[in-house]
């Protein structure tokens, strides 16, 4: 729902980048008119409802799908996500899953992060569930192909030499 009230916070980005986008009455459903690219807020702690939601927005499971889940896993309870998870690999046959999360909550970084966040009253539940990249592999196992790395082996292997210059500090 963030990024539902960020797009309309912002009217002039989405009706470039999604002309003709709609947000329905509750503001927690953002579509454009051909059905390409649905926004669905929901919780997915309870993810049979989210179904549901998916369902009445005309949600098409033989089609192929990319689920984003950018920062999200660990705030949820590791039994959720693994309910998640589970009908993603049994309903979506054409399914790519992105996950980029919180990992390693046991260094010092890690223990500062989860400091700062509990001092504002925000818990991260499954970090220890999943804490790190193998732990991720694990976790995803169950669907055909898995690929998994940190951040500094994706910047290692995959951003260009030219985009590392720009963040080089001289």
Not at 20 to 31: L, R, S, V
Not at 67 to 81: F, I, K, N, R, S
Not at 91 to 118: C, E, K, T, W
Request: glycine share 6%.
């Amino acid at each position: 729902m963030h990024k539902i009230s960020c797009l309309r916070r912002h009217r002039k980005v989405y009706a470039e980048l999604l002309p003709g986008a709609t947000f329905d009455g509750k503001h927690t459903t953002m579509a454009t008119p051909n059905g390409q690219y649905t926004l669905l807020g929901g919780d997915l702690r309870a993810w049979l409802a989210v179904v549901e939601r998916l369902s009445a927005c005309g949600f098409d499971a033989t089609r192929p799908t990319l689920v984003m889940a950018e920062c999200v896993l660990v705030y949820v309870d590791p039994p959720a996500v693994m309910t998640l998870l589970s009908w993603i690999q049994a309903q979506l046959p054409s399914a790519a899953i992105v996950s980029y999360d919180h990992i390693v909550p046991d260094d010092a970084f890690g223990q500062m992060m989860l400091r700062n966040l509990s001092e504002q009253g925000i818990e991260l539940p499954g970090i220890h569930a999943v804490p790190t990249v193998d732990a991720h592999r694990a976790q995803l196992s169950e669907f055909a192909r898995v690929e998994t790395m940190d951040m500094n082996e994706y910047w290692a292997k995959h951003v260009p030499d030219e985009e590392k210059a720009r963040y080089v500090v001289a």
